[in-house]
């Protein structure tokens, strides 16, 4: 069974504010990858990483940034949050020897 | 261009009434084909790795299957608490694309 935990599970944030949105895996996973989620909608990758120090951008990059300097811990920042931010953002990591992705539950973001 | 096609979007079943979810794909050098489960307010439940066509996979009530083109999430004598939306996914290199989902919708 997967360990990975987000926090804030639910945060209501005014525009303009930065924001970083936690995420931890327990397994020692080397990848790991954040995804926006809105309803009826397929996930679309922000950003991925293969390990520390190693970051990627995905397709809705461009207001974010992550930052991987442990192995467990991926955080994702807004510089700058905006109503359009407004979605489920979803944390996942997979283990060298395997391929499946495990998901956290997830943090629900809504900008006034 | 890489996409993961999922129909249909919603299916409503009657308790018991077996049926099938469709996922169609198309990626470069396919590394694996994945279903999960995804309850409301949730992340997405890792259930199956499909790796080459003609593989099948099962789980409880559910089975699922691949070709060259698609997969199917076979669902028999699905039970109220099946209720849930089922997300396809194919890895091509280190990237997922993921189906927008079907909404299973099953009644007592």
């Known amino acids: 069974e997967a360990d990975i935990y987000q926090t804030p599970r639910y945060l209501v944030i005014g525009t303009g504010k930065k924001i970083t949105l936690e995420c931890s895996q327990t397994?020692?996973?080397?990848?790991m990858y954040w995804y926006q989620q809105d309803p009826g909608m397929e996930l679309h990758l922000i950003h991925y990483?293969?390990?520390?120090?190693?970051?990627e951008k995905g397709d809705l990059s461009s207001e974010s940034t992550v930052s991987r300097i442990r192995t467990e811990h991926f955080p994702l920042t807004l510089e700058s949050a905006r109503p359009s931010h407004t979605s489920q953002y979803l944390c996942?990591?997979?283990?060298?020897?395997?391929?499946?992705?495990?998901f956290g539950p997830g943090t629900r973001l809504t900008v006034t | 261009e890489d996409q993961v096609t999922q129909s249909p979007e919603a299916l409503r079943l009657q308790e018991g009434e077996s049926s099938s979810l469709n996922c169609s794909y198309t990626v470069s050098g396919l590394r694996g084909l994945f279903w999960y489960r995804q309850d409301p307010g949730k992340g997405p439940e890792f259930l199956f790795t499909?790796?080459?066509a003609g593989e099948e996979k099962e789980k409880e009530r559910l089975k699922a299957t691949l070709t060259k083109k698609e997969s199917f999430l076979h669902i028999t004598a699905p039970k109220p608490e099946d209720s849930a939306t089922y997300l396809c996914?194919?890895?091509?290199?280190?990237?997922?694309?993921f189906g927008t989902g079907t909404s299973l919708t099953v009644i007592p």
């Open positions: 397994m020692g996973h080397d990848k």
């Open positions: 996914a194919a890895q091509s290199g280190n990237q997922f694309y």
């Open positions: 499909l790796y080459s």
């Open positions: 996942a990591s997979v283990g060298a020897a395997g391929v499946e992705q495990y």
């Open positions: 990483s293969y390990g520390v120090n190693s970051t």
